[in-house]
């Protein structure tokens, strides 16, 4: 069964790093998201994409956040300067057009030091 | 905006038995989507079971049903035939359909559910 991946599951950066996390969506999916939850709170929205722009985003993604889909099979995350307030589990999903299941990866675990 | 809550912090079950997990909503929409998710040690999220708004035939999957009362916007998770593979955290999330929109989830705080032995 196809699923979403991230990479990497882990990663640990210094404060105001640079922090790219990568998402591999369902192959014939055309919605996409990024949502956070830091330790014991809930999950959050952060952004949705979709036809190659964001088509949402929440309060929380500010100009230190971007996305992009570089290349048609990736969706990735970037955080330019990273805070210690950024440290969170940051889920990707992915969702067939017609459909309204969103489908999760794993995660990726980063903590800001 | 919308509002999901889910009062029960934590609960826990015998193996086997059944229990009732609690969520209510807030909004002013008429076409949206409940879910249930799971989220066990692992940190993945599993999608248990989900709702169309304007159904009122309650969804069921295998030991997992729900108890949806659109009226009273509340939306429980029954789990029955508890098993120890069903502890996990689990997160009722909402999403409306209406207007121009990416469909993003709405989640509730969770409920961490204990399978007992």
């Known amino acids: 069964e196809p699923e979403v991946t991230q990479t990497p599951s882990h990663q640990v950066t210094q404060m105001g790093q640079e922090v790219i996390l990568r998402c591999v969506p369902i192959?014939?999916?055309?919605?996409f998201y990024w949502y956070r939850q830091i330790l014991g709170q809930k999950v959050e929205f952060l952004v949705s994409?979709?036809?190659?722009?964001?088509?949402?985003k929440s309060e929380i993604f500010d100009d230190q956040f971007s996305v992009e889909r570089p290349d048609g099979s990736n969706f990735t995350l970037k955080i330019r300067s990273t805070k210690l307030e950024d440290s969170a589990m940051y889920f990707c999903?992915?969702?067939?057009?017609?459909?309204?299941?969103?489908?999760f990866g794993p995660g990726t675990r980063l903590l800001v030091l | 905006a919308q509002t999901v809550t889910q009062s029960q912090p934590e609960m826990s079950v015998q193996e086997a038995e059944t229990v009732t997990l609690s969520c209510t909503y807030d909004?002013?929409?008429?076409?949206?989507?409940l879910f249930w998710y799971k989220q066990p040690p692992s940190r993945q999220m599993i999608l248990v079971i989900r709702?169309?708004?304007?159904?009122?035939q309650n969804a069921t999957e295998n030991r997992f049903s729900v108890n949806f009362q659109k009226a009273a916007k509340s939306f429980s998770l029954k789990i029955s035939d508890s098993q120890l593979g069903d502890t996990a955290m689990y997160f009722c999330?909402?999403?409306?359909?209406?207007?121009?929109?990416?469909?993003?989830?709405?989640f509730g705080k969770g409920t961490k559910l204990s399978v007992i032995p």
């Open positions: 999903a992915s969702k067939y057009f017609s459909q309204e299941t969103q489908y």
């Open positions: 192959s014939n999916h055309l919605y």
């Open positions: 994409f979709y036809n190659n722009e964001i088509s949402e």
């Open positions: 999330a909402f999403m409306k359909l209406s207007g121009a929109g990416s469909y993003q989830l709405t």
């Open positions: 909004t002013s929409e008429s076409n949206y989507y």
């Open positions: 709702q169309e708004a304007y159904k009122q």
